[in-house]
């Protein structure tokens, strides 16, 4: 069993930069693929970033990477979600995913076996 607690969400100018945290509880962290995924009022969940746990491939949504980064600390049970230059379309509750050695399929919500709680996230005009 995993859990995962998300942070470093709130109120950002347009423009702005926000890093979320999550961190996971448990062992073989390293082994866990990690995802980021966004919902808005209203909308489905969307894909954001995800990085894979064999070799650190880093897979993004469309028209996120250049803006947002995905990153791990192993040793810190952390994956961070760095997101820069952010646009009022940002605003959403962040989740933070995670699933044992999966290797593919990464953008899909439906692979991941584990879930935080959710953090939010506003990008004010």
């Known amino acids: 069993q995993v859990q995962l607690v998300e942070s470093g969400g709130g109120l950002v100018q347009v423009g702005g930069s926000l890093r979320l945290s999550c961190v996971a509880s448990g062992r073989r962290f390293s082994s866990y693929t990690m995802g980021w995924f966004r919902q808005a009022p209203g909308k489905e969940r969307d894909f954001v970033a995800a990085?894979?746990?064999?070799?650190?491939?880093?897979y993004y949504g469309e028209s996120l990477e250049g803006r947002f980064t995905i990153s791990r600390d192993n040793d810190k049970n952390t994956v961070y979600l760095q997101m820069n230059s952010l646009k009022p379309e940002d605003t959403a509750v962040y989740y933070c995913?995670?699933?044992?050695?999966?290797?593919?399929?990464?953008?899909?919500?439906?692979?991941?076996?584990?879930w935080g709680q959710g953090t939010q996230v506003t990008v004010s005009s």
């Open positions: 990085i894979r746990w064999s070799d650190g491939y880093l």
């Open positions: 995913a995670a699933v044992f050695g999966q290797a593919f399929s990464l953008s899909e919500a439906r692979r991941y076996d584990y």
